[in-house]
């Protein structure tokens, strides 16, 4: 049997990799007869520019940047020969990860660190930039991004707006003349982990605001900032209906600002992760799929890994189950699409157990799993424990 073990990471829990090596742990403990591979995923979020740049040979580097509460932290990226091209993940620097629940506020709440790691990539030498936008802590419209590359937005009385969506609220006009002079000659693309648009229900405020920390009353706030400010970046850059674009609402609007002020491409990140990995290649000889994510609902349709996965497994008519870290509204309708979901639990995944006892619970859930797949194929043969049955005398 051979089972290829394909998750995304456990947001603010546990990486794509150590997510993949404890679910590899279980089935192993399990099932030592079994072929385990390896192969941690992403989807545009948390995690996508390791990945990207482990099959394209890219080098870490670090930088000393602000992080989306305006202090400072240090946040990877990489750089590929190739273009040469910058990876980074919109969550190394702004990411809601790296804030604890009691302090996610994206009324203040900056993307000025991503835009000073696409700075930093630019100054070394960068002429593409490829960024993934999920597990962002911030609704900002990509605001404080494009401010870190030169882009003035200014209040009626011609000041700088304050930082995260609270200057949403009161920008009057955006100056792109420094951004544009700075950016000259550097292509971009955005690979975004939902496709959905800017505003509206499924948009970054209505949809994603209240899990960064937005009551309803902020909520409504955002909404109408980020209607105004779509309003004036669309007029600034020439670029109207850029905000009803699937990945505009992707990382708190980070997608629109990225379209819309740097003519970025924005891409779905699963599809792309997928052909980077060769991951229809890697099913052709595989017997289960085993695929994984912090939290399984309704948002998993709207581009998240864990449908990618299924898809591609369906296409290849290899069985797939997930392994979620807990089941949230809508999950139904997701789990329709896999063969089998197992939640390692049915509390708010915001109540996260430590990182070591998180890996703990995951290799024993997949020992679990691993351990009902062969009682159910020694049902299926009529085997008793211990060994294949012995023929009658």
């Not at 007869?33 to 948390?46: F, S, T």
């Not at 946040?75 to 590929?80: F, K």
Request: include cysteine.
């Amino acid at each position: 049997m051979k089972v290829l073990v394909a998750p995304d990471s456990f947001k603010g829990s546990l990486a794509a990799d150590e997510v993949a090596h404890a679910m590899a742990e279980g089935f192993r403990r399990a099932l030592p007869g079994a072929q385990v591979v390896e192969c941690p995923m992403a989807d545009g979020g948390e995690g996508t520019a390791e990945v990207l740049a482990r099959t394209r040979g890219g080098r870490r580097r670090t930088a000393r940047v602000t992080s989306a509460l305006g202090t400072p932290v240090h946040a990877a990226y990489y750089m590929v020969s190739a273009g040469p091209t910058a990876l980074i993940d919109v969550a190394a620097a702004s990411g809601v990860g790296r804030i604890p629940a009691r302090r996610r506020n994206p009324w203040t709440a900056t993307s000025q660190g991503t835009g000073e790691l696409v700075a930093r990539a630019i100054a070394q030498g960068a002429r593409s930039v490829q960024l993934a936008l999920g597990g962002s802590a911030t609704v900002d419209g990509g605001m404080g991004l494009i401010v870190a590359l030169g882009a003035k937005v200014l209040d009626e009385n011609g000041r700088p707006v304050p930082p995260g969506g609270q200057g949403l609220a009161a920008a009057r006009r955006v100056d792109l003349g420094p951004l544009r002079a700075r950016v000259s000659g550097v292509s971009f693309t955005a690979l975004c982990d939902v496709v959905s648009p800017l505003l509206g229900p499924f948009g970054a405020a209505r949809m994603f605001g209240p899990q960064k920390g937005a009551d309803p009353a902020m909520v409504e706030r955002l909404e109408a900032g980020m209607q105004r400010w779509a309003d004036i970046l669309e007029r600034a850059a020439g670029r109207p209906g850029t905000r009803e674009r699937p990945g505009a609402g992707a990382a708190g609007g980070i997608g629109f600002a990225l379209a819309a002020a740097l003519g970025a491409e924005l891409r779905p990140g699963g599809p792309a992760v997928l052909a980077a990995v060769r991951f229809q290649h890697r099913l052709e000889d595989v017997d289960l799929v085993v695929t994984g994510e912090g939290r399984l609902d309704a948002q998993t349709l709207r581009g998240k890994l864990v449908a990618r996965v299924a898809d591609a497994a369906e296409a290849a008519s290899v069985p797939v189950i997930a392994i979620v870290g807990a089941l949230g509204e809508g999950w139904e309708e997701a789990a329709a699409r896999l063969d089998a979901v197992f939640p390692l639990s049915m509390e708010n995944p915001s109540r996260r157990p430590a990182r070591s006892a998180a890996r703990g619970r995951l290799e024993a859930a997949s020992a679990r799993v691993a351990a009902l797949l062969e009682l159910g194929a020694r049902i299926g043969r009529k085997e008793p424990r211990g060994g294949p049955a012995q023929p009658g005398g």
